[in-house]
């Protein structure tokens, strides 16, 4: 089963989901500008800088522009 992105409502909430090792599961939560799919099929909004750096970005297999960019 495929999980849209766009009606998955904890992906689209706007919120940068990247968690860092050690970090207790504590988000970035900067503006997401971007979706990514994690290797179980999951998908997650990512901010610019943790979608370069991020350790659950990098985990990522496909990605997407967020539909809040096409509202700036």
């Not at 990514?36 to 370069?52: E, H, T, V």
């Not at 496909?62 to 539909?67: A, K, L, T, V």
Request: a neutral charge; one cysteine or more; proline letters at 4%.
């Amino acid at each position: 089963m495929t999980i849209d992105p766009i009606n998955n409502l904890y992906a689209t909430d706007g919120a940068c989901h990247n968690a860092e090792p050690n970090t207790y599961g504590h988000e970035c939560g900067k503006r997401a500008w971007f979706l990514g799919k994690s290797r179980g099929g999951f998908w997650s909004g990512y901010c610019s800088d943790c979608k370069a750096n991020g350790a659950e970005a990098r985990q990522c297999t496909e990605w997407r522009e967020h539909p809040s960019r096409a509202f700036g």
